[in-house]
């Protein structure tokens, strides 16, 4: 069986008591580095089981190797440096190549910087959008989180520390009275939650910024409506879904990168997106 355990994202001492019977009888800890795994193995003084790596350089070539020891009736243990495996960590295609084959899987519940951020911002919790890490460059991270938007509710995205500056500096130039929260090495010893305005929070950084960053960008206004995008139709209306995607396009998102945000906001197959978005680049060169 395969055990997806997710482990503390700076706190040592976050990581649950299940978690670590799992991680003390596994045959197998697939992790993203294997030296980030022994330190909280010998934390918490366990033993170390055997080892494997599995990170986004090799993914693709061990898949086999622990698809292998599943089907062997191993019991296989999943962990990432920090957090829930599979969100913006490796992991989604051991899970996906799992379940095609019919493989056991069971999540572990535990930490995630995703919903700490969420709630430590003091911003709506009720709806919110996931983005994983924001693209490269301050125009394509804005239309990344004017696309999340649109679904409605707040956007929780990652960002670089090196980059943190010139994105605050491109939302606080489009939304500039909407509220938001930068969170910085949640858990652990210099963890910091600033709050305001993206001009507030600019002010407020030091210099220079370091660590892990959530972004929580707040929800838009009501009636607060992004050129050329109707505010009163949802992403995924077919009527509405070329629109969308040409605003992300103007905004900087390359043609892959704008069909896959908005095909997984919407849930509509990639393909179909693909399509309606090269549809839009044609109509925005005409």
């Not at 190549?97 to 911002?121: D, H, N, Q, R, Y």
């Not at 919790?125 to 509710?153: C, H, S």
């Not at 929800?219 to 992004?226: N, R, W």
Request: proline share 7%; net charge neutral.
């Amino acid at each position: 069986m395969l055990f997806v355990c997710p482990t503390p994202i700076g706190n040592l001492e976050d990581v649950t008591l299940r978690v670590l019977a799992v991680l003390g009888r596994a045959d197998v800890v697939v992790c993203e580095d294997t030296r980030h795994t022994r330190r909280l193995l010998a934390r918490h003084g366990l033993s170390p089981p055997h080892l494997l790596s599995f990170h986004e350089h090799n993914e693709t070539a061990r898949l086999e190797t622990v698809l292998d020891l599943l089907r062997e009736g191993k019991r296989v243990a999943l962990v990432s440096d920090a957090g829930m495996p599979g969100l913006s960590d490796p992991g989604f295609t051991l899970v996906r190549a799992c379940a095609a084959e019919g493989l056991p899987v069971t999540v572990l519940p535990g930490p995630s910087a995703i919903s700490t951020a969420l709630v430590a911002s003091g911003l709506p919790t009720d709806r919110f959008v996931f983005v994983g890490f924001l693209p490269r460059g301050a125009a394509k991270a804005v239309a990344a989180l004017e696309g999340a938007g649109r679904v409605g509710g707040s956007v929780v995205a990652f960002e670089s520390p090196r980059r943190l500056r010139a994105t605050l500096a491109a939302v606080g130039e489009r939304w500039p009275s909407r509220p938001l929260a930068v969170c910085r090495e949640l858990t652990k010893l210099h963890e910091q939650v600033l709050r305001g305005t993206a001009a507030e929070v600019l002010g407020a950084l030091a210099e220079p910024v370091r660590g892990e960053i959530v972004l929580v960008l707040g929800p838009e206004e009501a009636g607060a409506e992004a050129p050329g995008i109707a505010a009163e139709a949802p992403v995924g209306a077919a009527e509405n879904l070329e629109r969308v995607l040409a605003g992300l396009l103007r905004g900087g998102l390359g043609t892959k990168e704008a069909a896959a945000l908005v095909a997984r906001l919407t849930g509509r197959p990639v393909r179909e997106v693909y399509a309606a978005t090269l549809a839009a680049k044609r109509h925005l060169l005409e």
